[in-house]
Structure formats: structure tokens, C-alpha cells
């Protein structure tokens, strides 16, 4: 089986799907620059590389000012071999315009390192750097004269568990760091003036196999790789360290031409933890995920259920994880075989035909396959023999099918019977697929038989999954089969409650398109007396919404109004209530009231006519009081009058008091 540089996975549609617009719009909200940049080189090329994959054309324009980080990374003598590996990295995607004599300027350089590297990282980001070199110019030699000396100082970094250290001097194994190591060692063998020994690759592969020994697996079938203990600064989560190991792989594989013989159900489940994720909110998780899975292909069911009734097709959908097409290939169903049926296969070895217009292989369903439960195996089959040295097709794969239809219910019929003869007491024909109303008595020596037939499209004996009878008296039910029932062994179950019982019928099935709850009636139940130490029926469970529901209405009694006095006694008391108004007029007459200090200039006039206005309207106020007003609103509008009353008092009070003092001076 060849590595993991493309998988194809079998399974349900509804677990594995391949990226949608979800991820790319997922991409730009994570992947937000700056003032025009990234925070650095690497997080510029998770982004460009993640929209690169994702086929995002409208994304943020970065190019001026990265272009210019990485021109400048480029020139300096003093910029670290990871800032020299990711300014290239970025280069490549965004081609700036970096001179050849750039590049022959940093070759020497790397070389160097490498030929005094004692660390992996040290290996990894100049091996790397030469090899994204080798990419971009045609013309700096960067192939490396002693390649199988470098392999093995890379290669005396592994372990026997298939991990790698980081150092000679840190005795701690990393699974990350393997990913790396693999990575790294097929950079050597792409920049290698000769070949490498072959023996060397053969030890790898051995050491790969072993690194497969300690992948672990999640209870859906999905394979991940995790570190162990390693120091703090070192460790990654299994997302991370998965993904080193892919791409390791991956690029590895890419340069040998032997195929490494890996197991199929680990290389299927490393893919299916990329894909089972979901969509991380972290821009490293995101890259991580996106950059190990832009190759693997995925074959889906649009639909796992398939209806009779509606002559629905098998139809199978293989794509890349981008939703892009798949290469030519066919999708054969081997077998598929019904899991309660005694008859074996039903259909075998199957060719779907293709369908251009909407990218599905497709197949009609076999005469002979009936409803229920089915087990389909697929295979797929490459056209082209050389992508078989690039894609593995995993194999054949399980996917469980549903196969729906009508079920027909004939003969249909209830009936009570005697217990002890078996005589027909009363019988009553039943049409369960329209309204039926029966009306039945029986007491408890008697008992009670609901009968009818199933059968499936093609004719076949059918037995649904849930089959329930129930007797219904208020709020309580009593369970029952579709079996003759003694209403005298049930007694106690009924708690000797004698009354009008409604009979329901549930009949209902996973592949039954009819499932139905029928009231069929009702059956008078004459029960016989409960007896002292008889089980009592329990209390009703309250429904929880039914405090919310309208309470009941509540009724006021009021008494009745008092006795009041006859009208005319309550004019004529009224018209009292004048008599001080017209004696406070006489009074005034009798004292000779007149207007001789009134103010005549226009201005003292003016605010004296205010003053008795605001007057009228206190009176005024107290008879609407009397009448309508309640006290807090006459309050408010004599709070207002009086401040009116009190400004424009103090002004005629002020004038009439000059003009008083002017009299008595002259």
C-alpha cells in the first residue's frame, strides 16, 4: 500500500464531508494581517498557504510589505536559519523579486551549517532552505556532495520506537520531532548529487513501520499521534503532531521509489481525525489541519437511507477533501448483504455507471432487494495505473443502508373471547390504514385479541421493531402485545378499575414509511371489586408546562352599595354649599371694594391682571378636584400655580409699595 500522499476514505456522508465555504470563511476571519502584515514570516506563510490550499482569491493584499520583510530577511548576514527558511517559504508563493546573487549568498552559508549541525532543527530549517531554493532558481547549485554522510548524522538521531531527539544531547524522543526527521531526510535525498544507499532507506522504512506501533486511536476509528513526556517547551498536542508526521511522510515518500508498506485502517484513520475535527479556532490548529489533508479523497453517500416507494438510487460521490473532482476512477459495489437474511448475498459485484452532470456514480436497486437493514462494500478502482503509485484506495469499506418501503396490513380484526371455551364473544373488522370506531364490553373472565398481517413489498413476512397495544383509562395505560390477553391475570395491572378503556395500536419500524398510532375504540371493562391489601393505582405524574397555562378565573362577590339619598336633597345641599360664595360678595359691596389703587402703567397693569387670573385658576382647580382630579395631579398643577401666583404677587405688591411711599414723602 502506498504512504499517505492520498487516501481515500469510505464512509457515511453525514461524517466525513469534504471542505466547504465554512473553513475558507473560517481562513479570513483567523488570518486577519496588521497594518498591511503579519506578525511574522511564519505566521505570513500559514495564511498564503491556507488560502493557497483553500483556493481564496479575494483575500488580503500582504504582498508590499511582506515582499519586504522578505527581501530584507534575505539580504542580512545576521537573520536565523528560521527566519531564512520561512522568508523562502513566503517566497515562493508570493515570487518576489529576490536576485540570483541573494541566493548564491545564502547557499554557502547553509552548507556551512550543515556541515557543523548538530541538532535536527539545525538540519531541518537548512536542508529545508536549500531545497525551497532549489525551487526558485535554476541556477544556484545547491545539491550536496555528501549526502549519505548527512543522512547518517541525521539518521543517529533516531530511536529504536521509531521517534527522533532533537539533539545528541537530549536523551528525549519526540514524535514531532520524527515527523521532522522524515521531512528532513527527504530533503537530503531530493538535494543528493548521487544516489543515496539504499540500505539507508531501508532502515527508515523499517523505522516508520515502528513509529506506526505507537499510534493511538479514538473510539470513532480516528488514529492520532501524541508526544510523550518531553520537555515543556517542546511538546505539541496531537493535532500538531500528527500533522509533522504527514507531512513527513508525505514528503518522503515523494522521493523514494519503493513503496512503504503501511497498515490500511491506521492510514484511513489518520485521516479521518484531520477530517472529524472540525474547524479549529486557532490559526496554527487551522494550518495544521489544512495543510495534511489538501490531498486525500473522500467516497460519500449523499444518502444512507433508500426508498422503495420513491425508486431511489444508489448514488456515491468521490471527491478531494477540497471539493474538488476526483481523478478517473470506477466505484464497484462488491457485495451487499442484508443483515437479518438467511439468503446471503442479494447483490454482488456491481459496476456503478457515472453520471458527468452531477459528478455521481450511480445504480439501480436490484428486483430482489427488499426493505430493511443492508451491508454494502465498495471498492475503488483507479483508471490510470500510474496514480497507483500515488493514491491508496484503502481497500473495501463497509457503509450500513437502509432500505425503506409501504407495508402492507391486511386482515385486520379484534375480538373478545370466552377464557374458557375460546367462543367468539364479539368480533369486529378493522381498517388500519383509514378511521375505525369500535365499541366493545367484556369482563374479566373474558379476553381480548387484536390480529392482522404485514408484508413487505415483495410479499415477505414482516415483523416491525415495536409492536404495542394499550388500553387507555384517564391519564394510565396498560401495555399489551398483539397476543390474546386474559383480562383475569391483568386485574391487578388495572387496579381492578372497572370503566371505558380507548385501544391504541403503535406498529412502527426503522424501514416502515407507514409507522402509525391508531385509536382503534373503546372496551367497556367490568372488573370485579379490588380487594382490601389491592395495590392502589399511582399518583399522575403533574406536567411540569402546566403552570404556565391559564389559571382559572376568579369570581369577586361585592356587596351591595348603600341606601343614598333622594336627588332633590342632594341639589338642594349642593346649592348650600353656594351660600358662602354669595355672602363673601355682599361683604365685599358692603365694605365698598374699589379699583382705585389698581396700577395704571402698562408694565404693574400687566402682572396685576396675572395675579387675579392666577387666582381664578386655584378656584378654578379646587372645583375640578371636586369633580374629577385626584390629589397628587392637583397637587402637582397648584405647585405650578402658586410659584405662577407668588412671582407675580411680588411684583404688584412691590409697585403698589413704592407708589404708597412716594405719596406719604411728597
Same mark, same amino acid.
Given at each position: ?5 492520498? !487516501? ?44 493557497? !490550499? ?104 533516531? #530511536? ?37 544507499? #539504499? ?8 523505522? !516508520? ?22 520537555? =515543556? ?100 459495489? /462488491? ?183 391508531? =385509536? ?72 365698598? /371694594? ?20 392666577? !387666582? ?51
Amino acid at each position: 500500500m502506498v504512504l499517505l500522499s492520498v !487516501i481515500v476514505i469510505c464512509e457515511a456522508a453525514s461524517v466525513f464531508q469534504p471542505i466547504t465555504d465554512a473553513h475558507r470563511s473560517a481562513a479570513l476571519e483567523l488570518f486577519k494581517p496588521s497594518d498591511g502584515s503579519f506578525g511574522s514570516l511564519e505566521e505570513a506563510y500559514e495564511a498564503l498557504r491556507s488560502f493557497e !490550499i483553500l483556493g481564496i482569491d479575494k483575500k488580503p493584499d500582504i504582498s508590499t510589505a511582506t515582499c519586504h520583510s522578505v527581501l530584507e530577511t534575505l539580504g542580512s548576514s545576521s537573520s536565523s536559519l528560521k527566519d531564512l527558511f520561512h522568508a523562502l517559504r513566503v517566497n515562493g508563493i508570493l515570487k518576489c523579486k529576490v536576485k540570483e546573487e541573494v541566493f548564491e549568498g545564502i547557499v554557502p552559508r547553509l552548507k556551512a551549517v550543515i556541515s557543523s549541525a548538530s541538532s535536527l532543527l539545525e538540519f531541518y530549517y537548512s536542508i529545508g532552505s536549500l531545497e525551497l531554493i532549489k525551487g526558485q532558481s535554476s541556477n544556484v547549485i545547491v545539491l550536496l556532495s555528501d549526502a549519505d554522510g548527512i543522512f547518517r548524522s541525521i539518521k543517529a538521531l533516531s #530511536q529504536s520506537d521509531g521517534r527522533w531527539r532533537y539533539s545528541s544531547n537530549n536523551p528525549e524522543s519526540s514524535t514531532y520531532a520524527a515527523g521532522l526527521a522524515l521531512k528532513t531526510l527527504a530533503g537530503v535525498v531530493s538535494l543528493a548529487s548521487s544516489e543515496i544507499d #539504499q540500505s539507508m532507506i531501508g532502515t527508515l522504512k523499517n523505522d !516508520i513501520t515502528k513509529l506506526f506501533d505507537s499510534v493511538e486511536k479514538y473510539d470513532d476509528g480516528a488514529f492520532y499521534f501524541d508526544e510523550k513526556v518531553v520537555e =515543556a517547551h517542546e511538546h505539541h498536542g496531537p493535532l500538531a503532531t500528527t500533522s509533522s508526521v504527514v507531512r513527513g511522510l508525505t514528503a518522503f515518500a515523494d522521493v523514494t521509489s519503493e513503496n512503504i508498506k503501511l497498515p490500511g485502517d491506521k492510514i484511513l484513520g489518520l485521516a479521518e481525525f484531520f477530517l472529524s475535527i472540525g474547524i479549529p479556532g486557532d490559526t496554527k490548529d487551522f494550518f495544521n489541519q489544512i495543510d495534511s489533508v489538501s490531498v486525500p479523497l473522500i467516497l460519500s453517500l449523499p444518502a444512507t437511507v433508500l426508498s422503495l416507494s420513491k425508486k431511489d438510487q444508489l448514488k456515491v460521490k468521490v471527491n478531494t477533501v477540497l471539493g474538488s473532482n476526483a481523478p478517473p476512477l470506477t466505484v464497484k459495489l /462488491v457485495r451487499a448483504s442484508s443483515s437479518g437474511s438467511k439468503d446471503g448475498l442479494l447483490i454482488e459485484s456491481q459496476e456503478l455507471k457515472f453520471d458527468k452532470e452531477i459528478s455521481s456514480h450511480f445504480l439501480e436497486l436490484p428486483k430482489n432487494v427488499d426493505v430493511g437493514k443492508y451491508t454494502f462494500v465498495f471498492e475503488v478502482v483507479l483508471h490510470d495505473s500510474e496514480h497507483e503509485k500515488v493514491y491508496a484506495t484503502g481497500g473495501q469499506t463497509r457503509v450500513p443502508v437502509f432500505v425503506t418501503g409501504i407495508i402492507k396490513v391486511d386482515n385486520a380484526e379484534i375480538v373478545v373471547l370466552d377464557s374458557d371455551l375460546g367462543s367468539v364473544e364479539s368480533q369486529k373488522k378493522l381498517d388500519l390504514a383509514g378511521e375505525n370506531v369500535v365499541s366493545l364490553s367484556a369482563n374479566h373472565l373474558q379476553k381480548l385479541r387484536l390480529s392482522f398481517q404485514l408484508a413487505t413489498p415483495l410479499g415477505h413476512v414482516f415483523k416491525p421493531h415495536q409492536l404495542l397495544e394499550k388500553l387507555v383509562w384517564l391519564q394510565a395505560f396498560l401495555k399489551l402485545s398483539h397476543d390474546s390477553k386474559d383480562f383475569l391475570g391483568l386485574v391487578e395491572k388495572f387496579y381492578y378499575l372497572s370503566g371505558s378503556y380507548d385501544i391504541q395500536l403503535t406498529v412502527g419500524d426503522a424501514v416502515m414509511e407507514n409507522s402509525f398510532l391508531k =385509536a382503534i375504540g373503546q372496551i367497556e371493562l367490568d372488573l370485579p371489586e379490588a380487594p382490601e391489601k389491592a395495590p392502589r393505582p399511582p399518583l399522575q405524574p403533574v406536567d411540569p408546562y402546566s403552570r404556565y397555562g391559564p389559571k382559572a378565573e376568579i369570581s369577586h362577590i361585592f356587596r351591595a352599595p348603600d341606601k343614598r339619598p333622594p336627588k332633590e336633597l342632594s341639589l338642594a345641599f349642593l346649592g348650600l354649599t353656594f351660600v358662602p360664595l354669595v355672602g363673601f360678595f355682599i361683604g365685599l359691596l358692603r365694605l365698598g /371694594v374699589n379699583f382705585k389703587n389698581f396700577p395704571s402703567s402698562a408694565v404693574p397693569a400687566t402682572f396685576a391682571i396675572l395675579f387675579h387670573l392666577g !387666582i381664578a385658576a386655584v378656584l378654578l382647580l379646587y372645583a375640578l378636584f371636586w369633580l374629577k382630579l385626584d390629589l397628587f395631579t392637583t397637587l402637582k398643577a397648584l405647585g405650578v400655580l402658586g410659584a405662577f401666583l407668588l412671582f407675580v404677587g411680588h411684583r404688584v405688591l412691590s409697585h403698589l409699595a413704592s407708589t404708597s411711599s412716594k405719596l406719604k414723602s411728597a
